[in-house]
């Protein structure tokens, strides 16, 4: 009987916690229209490990064509690549890059990519950005919409650009560079440029 009336009393303590913090998202969400859009450069590095005794990318699926195609059509991968603020293996990680990669054209290299930017130190120390696009993978520069966002950064929206810092093909380790501009809701702080190195 103790434990039930313990259990119940605990269950009514959440329950009225959980409707306070969704009265307050409530609020904020409402009035989002008075806040001023902030606006951040972000620049990192991004270590793409495709071999080795400890890769980050991994295939899951592939189609019953992949074998045979030439652009590895139906490929799918997921990653889990460390952010770094330099393109040296040691600088210091700034966050994890996760999600997935699928080969998504029949005719050339080129990927169909939904990924999220976890930021895991600095001012941006637990938000995500998101994006979504074509990663056409022998361009030297590529671009992706920027779609959203976490934390921070809600409402975030904008553009990536993506280029190979390096690659080297006896062990499969690539280095990508990224730089995102992106606006977003910021209650707390005026227009932010910043770069991996600072956060």
Same mark, same amino acid.
């Given at each position: ?66 074998? #045979?195609?030439?652009?590895? &059509?139906?490929? *799918? ?7 770094? +603020?330099?393109?040296? /293996?040691? !600088? ?46 022998? #361009?030297?520069?590529?671009? &992706?919409?920027? *779609? ?7 409402? +975030?929206?904008?553009? /990536?650009? !993506? ?37």
């Amino acid at each position: 009987m103790a434990k039930q009336l313990i259990a119940t009393v605990f269950l009514m303590i959440i329950a009225i916690i959980s409707s306070t913090h969704a009265h307050e998202e409530e609020a904020w969400f409402r009035n989002i229209r008075g806040l001023k859009e902030s606006i951040a450069v972000v620049h990192f590095y991004v270590q793409d490990v495709l071999g080795g005794l400890n890769p980050t990318v991994y295939e899951v699926a592939r189609a019953s064509i992949t074998a #045979n195609s030439t652009t590895s &059509f139906g490929q *799918v991968r997921v990653l889990d690549d460390r952010m770094t +603020a330099a393109p040296e /293996a040691s !600088s210091a990680t700034v966050g994890r890059l996760q999600g997935l990669i699928t080969f998504a054209d029949l005719e050339t290299s080129a990927l169909a990519m939904n990924l999220n930017f976890y930021f895991t130190s600095g001012e941006y120390n637990g938000s995500t950005l998101c994006i979504l696009g074509r990663n056409q993978i022998m #361009n030297a520069q590529r671009e &992706f919409p920027v *779609v959203g966002g976490t934390g921070a950064f809600r409402f +975030a929206r904008g553009y /990536a650009l !993506s280029s190979t810092y390096s690659y080297d093909v006896e062990t499969n380790y690539g280095v990508l560079e990224y730089t995102m501009y992106v606006t977003y809701v910021n209650t707390t702080s005026a227009s932010l440029i910043k770069s991996a190195a600072d956060m």
